[in-house]
């Protein structure tokens, strides 16, 4: 199903999404070499984003391996208009959802500070902010699904609101909204372990 | 709030395995080597409507011509019509015994 001449890319194919466009339009026609390409290109954002969601290294490449696949399925219905990577990032996040709806939370790690290695206070308090982060992060995770996902998917996406709505489908109030709910959520949540100023 | 902007924003990035990559184009190289799936039969089907709906239209034409009632005692008084009537029963019921004795077995 390769087409081996097809890796030539043309001079007018310049920018990234251009690209991107170029080998989904090699892609959708049966040049897997073309996915390659872009899977080489996307994998490690598809993967990052599974890692935020699950914080399990073989579950996200799992999870990164079927968003890539189902989007080789769906190829031949993308818009070219589109961007790539939006269209991408949305089917990954509705392959990471759908593959976390059973799965149980992720443990919350207890703030084990003294258990930190012996060394300089530096070193302690480095290890002390690390496990608070995680805690932070875990507790993001254990959110309801649409407050969740809007979180998690602004902060990966450099906190772009405009780019967060066009991946969930949503208008920029509704993301607002729900991001605004969530961090309530989640900081009553981490008063009630203790944490009053991560 | 902004250590949590900070710490929700900042997280360590997880570069992909050895292996990562082909792991994930034999995926895709098997399902580009899939049949593609079968069309849905939409002449057949438009065959079918056209004809279910004439069926439908003849029936609703001669039952407004005739009136309900005569029509069924027209049907009733035609010859052979209870007996062809009787062995489609017993088709359907045998057809569904072997039916359910195939998916017994399956």
Not at chain 1, 68 to 85: E, N, Q, S
Not at chain 2, 63 to 75: C, D, F, I, K, P
């Amino acid at each position: 199903m390769t087409s081996a001449g097809s890796t030539t890319v043309p001079a007018e194919v310049e920018t990234p999404r251009d690209r991107d466009n170029h080998d989904a339009a090699l892609a959708a026609a049966g040049d897997t070499e073309a996915f390659a390409r872009l899977v080489a290109r996307w994998q490690d954002r598809m993967l990052g984003l599974a890692w935020r969601f699950c914080r399990d290294r073989t579950m996200a490449e799992d999870m990164a391996q079927d968003a890539f696949v189902r989007a080789f399925r769906a190829l031949p219905r993308f818009r070219a208009d589109a961007a790539f990577g939006t269209w991408l990032t949305a089917i990954a996040l509705n392959t990471y959802r759908t593959a976390l709806r059973d799965r149980p939370p992720v443990p919350v790690v207890p703030l084990l500070a003294s258990h930190a290695p012996v060394g300089a206070a530096g070193q302690t308090d480095g290890v002390a902010q690390r496990e608070m982060a995680e805690i932070v992060r875990a507790q993001v995770l254990r959110l309801p699904d649409r407050y969740r996902t809007a979180m998690v998917l602004y902060y990966f996406q450099e906190q772009n609101v405009a780019e967060t709505a066009r991946i969930l489908g949503v208008r920029v109030g509704t993301l607002k909204g729900r991001l605004h709910r969530g961090r309530q959520l989640l900081e009553r949540r981490l008063r009630a372990l203790g944490i009053t100023d991560p | 709030m902004d250590e949590l902007d900070r710490i929700l924003g900042a997280d360590d990035p997880l570069t992909p395995g050895s292996g990562f990559t082909a792991r994930v184009m034999t995926a895709v190289r098997d399902v580009a080597a899939e049949e593609p799936p079968l069309p849905f039969p939409w002449a057949r089907f438009a065959v079918g409507l056209a004809a279910c709906v004439a069926a439908a239209f003849s029936i609703a034409s001669f039952l407004s011509l005739v009136g309900a009632r005569e029509a069924l005692q027209v049907v009733a008084e035609t010859p052979g019509v209870g007996e062809a009537l009787m062995v489609a029963a017993i088709s359907a019921s045998v057809a569904q015994v072997f039916r359910n004795r195939a998916r017994a077995d399956f």
